[in-house]
Nanobody, 114 residues
Framework: QVHVVESGGGLAQAGGSLRLSCSAS????????MGWYRQPPGKQRELVASISSDGVTNYPDFVKGRFSLSRDIGRNNIYLQMSSLKPEDSAVYYCYLNTRVTYWGQGTQVTVSS
């Protein structure tokens, strides 16, 4: 059994910053990828950032230069530093861990006010 837990969401003003944390525990099989998706209201879930088992990060264009993903090697923890936030970044953010199966966290709300 694998558990994925997010924390750190909340309310920020436009231009501000938030840091999300994600911790995975349990019977985790290597290699693994971890990352974040988000789901704005009424829209589909979209990838925000990912990090491969060998440490390569990937960001879509709409967060490049604003979001940064880091990890604790060996502890299955990742962190998403979000800066220069925009109202359109408001969404539920989900952490995932991908081994042979994809495990999801319960999600954490991020709200950015204008």
């Amino acid at each position: 059994q694998v558990h994925v837990v997010e924390s750190g969401g909340g309310l920020a003003q436009a231009g501000g910053s938030l840091r999300l944390s994600c911790s995975a525990s349990g019977n985790i099989v290597l290699p693994k990828e971890m990352g974040w998706y988000r789901q704005p209201p009424g829209k589909q879930r979209e990838l925000v950032a990912s990090i491969s088992s060998d440490g390569v990060t990937n960001y879509p264009d709409f967060v490049k230069g604003r979001f940064s993903l880091s990890r604790d090697i060996g502890r299955n923890n990742i962190y998403l530093q979000m800066s220069s936030l925009k109202p359109e970044d408001s969404a539920v953010y989900y952490c995932y861990l991908n081994t042979r199966v994809t495990y999801w966290g319960q999600g954490t709300q991020v709200t950015v006010s204008s």
